[in-house]
């Protein structure tokens, strides 16, 4: 059953406000555990459960950093809020969404399709920053490349010069602990700093897009340049994106 928007009326904004500081104070800590700097770790607060009008609480909770799943909801809120926020889009990208999505997103963090890659470098004005998603976990029916198979993909999208990755992104399989999906971050975090010095010159993996709601803390542990956090900043659920 699809789940409805939470609109301004349904949303707590001091609730928001408190969450969203916990997270930057707990991943300021996160930050000092690993020996790595707070401004290294983006928060980007993933709004796909917040209406239009709904977005006006994130922005008094001091949030600018969003990312979308859907193209249409990517366009129809930025066409109200526009620089308010920096967009990111986070969803699956289908090739037909492409040219709703690019004059909006700063970053793309999923892209995963050859067709996708062409249809980016034939509507792009200049340099697309994506992320390549990775199936790091090698789950059979789930979108990403497999870690074996991203330096064929990188190779076969040289003939795009618009696709311009800039870093990685993963979803790790399902755990309720988060410390069991703590090997599949550190493995994404190995295959940046391998894809860093392979393609040297042509890309640099220098982001990567790792965390959600339940494991961000992990995640910011293990090298996350970028953690998407849901709905435990308004209040729907407790650790679930």
């Not at 986070?90 to 997103?105: D, M, W």
């Not at 890309?203 to 542990?221: C, K, P, Q, W």
């Amino acid at each position: 059953m699809k789940r409805a928007s939470r609109t301004a009326e349904t949303l707590d904004p001091n609730l928001i406000r408190e969450n969203f500081s916990r997270v930057k104070e707990e991943v300021a800590e996160a930050c000092r555990r690993s020996g790595r700097g707070v401004g290294e770790v983006e928060i980007l607060v993933a709004s796909k459960y917040i209406s239009t009008d709904g977005m006006e609480m994130l922005a008094a909770a001091g949030i600018t950093l969003v990312g979308e799943n859907r193209a249409q909801d990517l366009a129809a809120k930025h066409l109200v809020y526009g620089d308010r926020f920096t967009w990111d889009f986070i969803g699956h990208l289908q090739s037909n969404k492409v040219r709703q999505v690019l004059p909006v997103a700063r970053l793309i963090h999923s892209l995963d399709s050859l067709s996708t890659a062409a249809e980016i470098d034939r509507r792009a004005e200049g340099p697309t920053d994506v992320l390549l998603e990775v199936n790091v976990g090698g789950e059979a029916g789930k979108y990403g490349i497999i870690p074996t198979e991203v330096d064929r993909f990188l190779e076969e999208t040289l003939r795009y010069p618009k696709v311009n990755f800039t870093g990685l992104m993963t979803m790790p399989p399902l755990a309720a602990d988060p410390e069991a999906v703590r090997p599949h971050f550190a493995a994404l975090r190995r295959l940046s700093s391998e894809l860093n010095q392979k393609w040297s010159g042509s890309h640099y993996f220098r982001r990567i897009s790792m965390g959600t709601s339940n494991d961000y803390l992990v995640a910011v542990e293990e090298g996350a340049t970028i953690i998407r956090v849901g709905g435990m900043i308004f209040g729907q659920e407790n650790r679930k994106t």
